[in-house]
């Protein structure tokens, strides 16, 4: 049974039909791509999923059980952990603060300081290979790195389910590498990713499965290893697409 599973999801925001009865289903142990050119609704159905809007129509289950997610935190307690397009971090915390925002008590002690920036820099080494001060704010940090500090955060929180809205929109090559190894080592632990990206050869590297939207409708799932020709896909989504 698909550990999430989204059917008939309708959403207008005025004047726009965003989703129009869009289906999705992912399983535990795949990397699932989520597709279409931009305004498809990519990131509309993943907010709708964690309760960042409210749905119009259409049911959620997660294993196996129907959920209502009314706000972002009940998605982070279902299990779903979620990296927005619109990465919500706090530029004037420090990096540290930022992975650990919301689930350490507000007035840390020295020494629950002390800790937490040691798990935050052990963090980032292990699972980005990155070294960097994390008693620094944020915002004196490139954007991919910030990226990278999102990415973090969310693979720090356990999850059943892990949401990746184009992740790698700031990455260079080897940190696009980086992050698929993590990616695959999470999968064959039984996670399962929701990876939304424009780039089709990211996504035949790294999906086991792919789902198409074009102008909130959906147009369909494939598994990866039966994906038709990039043109094909190209027409699908609607757009010309870069392999
Ligand atoms: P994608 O992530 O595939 O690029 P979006 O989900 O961001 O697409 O957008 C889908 C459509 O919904 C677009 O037409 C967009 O303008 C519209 N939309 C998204 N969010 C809002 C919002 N908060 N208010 C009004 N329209 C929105
Ligand atoms: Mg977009
Ligand atoms: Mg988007």
Known sequence: TPMLQMKGIRKSFPGVRALKGVDFRLFPGEVHALMGENGAGKSTLIKALTGVY??????????GSPIRIHSPQESQAAGI???????????????????????????????????MNRAASALLADRMQLHIDVTRNLESYSVAVQQLVAIARALSIS??????????????RNEVQQLFAIMRKLKNEGLAILFVTH?????????????????????????????????????????????
């Open 54 to 63: 409210s749905v119009d129509e259409g049911t959620v289950h997660l294993d």
């Open 159 to 172: 999850a059943k389910v892990l949401i990746l809205d184009e992740p790698t929109s700031s990455l260079d």
């Open 81 to 115: 952990s979620t990296v927005y397009q619109e990465v919500n971090l706090c530029p004037n915390l420090t990096v540290a603060e930022n992975i650990f925002i919301g689930r350490e008590p507000r007035k840390l002690g020295r020494i629950r300081w002390k800790e």
């Open 199 to 243: 780039f089709l050869d990211q996504v035949y590297e790294i999906s086991d499965r792919i789902t198409i939207l074009r102008n909130g409708e959906f147009v369909g799932e494939y598994m990866a290893a039966e994906l038709p020709r990039i043109e094909l896909v190209s027409r699908m989504i609607g757009k010309e697409l870069h392999a």
